[in-house]
């Protein structure tokens, strides 16, 4: 597609479910990352994908949070047993190699707000 | 620790006013990028600076980058509420392949 597509815009869950958020990027883009967001606030970085492998993953907050990426593009982003303050808002967001000062820059999805009630 | 700390956190003012926005580190950063996010979106990227004591404008949009190379600052002359959203400087640490974000700044523009 032309653009970073995120799936679902919106996700209400019960606390203690699992919850699968998917980010379609960029056709060619091989670099992928996913971001999270609480409040309007600055970025969270979470995991980052150079294909398929994830070189980064140190901003995952808990070993309940799980990503994979397949194929070099589609990435699931997994958090099990879901807790309140997993509620946020989830970025992806991809490149077409990872950041170099003449990049582009990334190009964002539009999210996924994670309500965990 | 916040590597980038951005200043006001919020802002509100009448159309037509100038306003300045800070972003500041006590680290180097090779390259800063300042982004914009509007409500239901995710951000989109205005600028990158890369020299020192770089100026870049992109119409009524002033960027700055430090002669250090560890701040940045934002200067929009006659605001309009077209302007109004979430406003992000972002940078790579020497060495990282992921950009670490500000802390952002919110910003209304009144009609």
């Known amino acids: 597609g032309a653009g970073v597509s995120q799936s679902p815009s919106n996700k209400v869950t019960e606390k203690g479910k699992d919850v699968e958020l998917r980010c379609d990027p960029i056709?060619?883009?091989?670099?992928l990352y996913w971001y999270r967001q609480s409040l309007g606030q600055g970025l969270e970085f979470l995991i980052y994908?150079?294909?398929?492998?994830?070189?980064?993953k140190s901003g995952l907050p808990s070993d309940r949070f799980s990503a994979e990426r397949t194929g070099g593009s589609v990435s699931t982003l997994t958090i099990q047993r879901t807790q309140q303050e997993d509620s946020a808002v989830y970025l992806c967001?991809?490149?077409?190699?990872?950041?170099?000062?003449?990049?582009?820059?990334?190009?964002f999805g539009s999210g996924t707000r994670l309500t965990v009630v | 620790t916040q590597l980038l700390e951005q200043s006001p956190q919020f802002l509100s003012i009448q159309e037509g006013e100038n306003l300045t926005v800070y972003c500041n580190s006590s680290s180097v950063f090779s390259s800063l990028q300042w982004y914009r996010q509007e409500p239901g979106e995710g951000p989109v990227l205005l600028v990158t600076?890369?020299?020192?004591?770089e100026v870049k404008k992109l119409k009524r949009l002033t960027f700055q980058f430090g002669d250090a190379r560890k701040d940045s600052s934002l200067h929009i002359t006659a605001a309009q509420p077209g302007d109004t959203g979430l406003y992000l400087c972002a940078g790579p640490l020497r060495g990282y392949q992921k950009v670490t974000f500000g802390t952002g700044t919110k910003l209304q523009v009144i009609p």
């Open positions: 056709s060619g883009h091989t670099a």
């Open positions: 600076v890369v020299t020192g004591g």
């Open positions: 994908f150079q294909g398929n492998s994830a070189p980064d």
């Open positions: 967001a991809s490149s077409f190699v990872p950041y170099r000062q003449t990049n582009p820059g990334y190009t």
